[in-house]
Each structure stands twice: as structure tokens, then as C-alpha cells.
């Protein structure tokens, strides 16, 4: 079972930005899609954005594009979540997951998780 983690997290004025990492235990696979999502304080866990490893094809909650944007380092066997303008309710645990299908908005398709990453917005 490939493990992943998140990194990058933290406290953070509104308006202000970070980016998060996932990396995993082994390399991704071309088959892979990696998604972000995240769980705010009392809710359920919602889609954020995901990416296909072989041709870096994405998805963004329309509530999020242009403010939040994910990418991949083929190299670095590393896949990121740029976020800018951060408001209080980007205040969230945010995980990575691992699935297979592409452009997959529902949690269902995802398989393996992170443990997560705190983000905290502040007023």
C-alpha cells in the first residue's frame, strides 16, 4: 500500500498564500490521479482538485479556480497545491489521495489517503 504524505500547512493570514506537497513512498504510476481534498471544522471532506500523473491533466472545484491550482514535479515525484487569497473558510484539513480515475471528483475513486495537513486561515 503506497503511502502518501502531506506537507505545507500551517497558520496563515487572510489574503496570504501556501502551497502544499504530497509526496509518496514509491513513484507514481502514469496510471495514477492524484487528488486534493479537505475536510473543514464540522463538515464533511470536499473535493478541492486533481491531476492525471501521466499528462498532468486537471480538475478544480469551480469554487476554487483561480485561487487555488495544482500541479506536479515529475522529478521531485511530487505533486502540489498552490493557494492564493486565502480566506477563513479555506480553514481545513487538507489530504491527498491516490486513485485512477481521471478527473474523479467523488472521494470513492481515490484509494489509498494522507494523514492530512492543517491549514488555518486567520482574520
Known amino acids: 500500500q503506497v503511502q502518501l504524505v502531506e506537507s505545507g500547512g500551517g497558520l496563515v493570514q487572510a489574503g496570504g498564500s501556501l502551497r502544499l506537497s504530497c509526496t509518496a513512498s514509491?513513484?507514481?504510476?502514469?496510471?495514477?490521479?492524484i487528488g486534493w481534498f479537505r475536510r473543514p471544522p464540522g463538515k464533511g471532506r470536499e473535493f478541492v482538485a486533481t491531476i492525471a500523473w501521466r499528462d498532468g491533466y486537471t480538475r478544480t472545484a469551480d469554487s476554487l479556480k483561480g485561487r487555488f491550482t495544482i500541479s506536479k514535479d515529475n522529478a521531485d515525484n511530487t505533486v502540489y497545491l498552490e493557494m492564493n487569497s486565502l480566506n477563513p473558510e479555506d480553514t481545513a484539513v487538507y489530504y491527498c489521495?491516490?486513485?485512477?480515475?481521471?478527473?474523479?471528483?467523488?472521494?470513492?475513486?481515490?484509494?489509498?489517503w494522507g494523514q492530512g495537513t492543517q491549514v488555518t486561515v486567520s482574520s
Open positions: 489521495a491516490l486513485g485512477s480515475t481521471r478527473g474523479a471528483a467523488d472521494e470513492m475513486w481515490y484509494r489509498s
Open positions: 514509491r513513484r507514481f504510476f502514469t496510471s495514477n490521479v
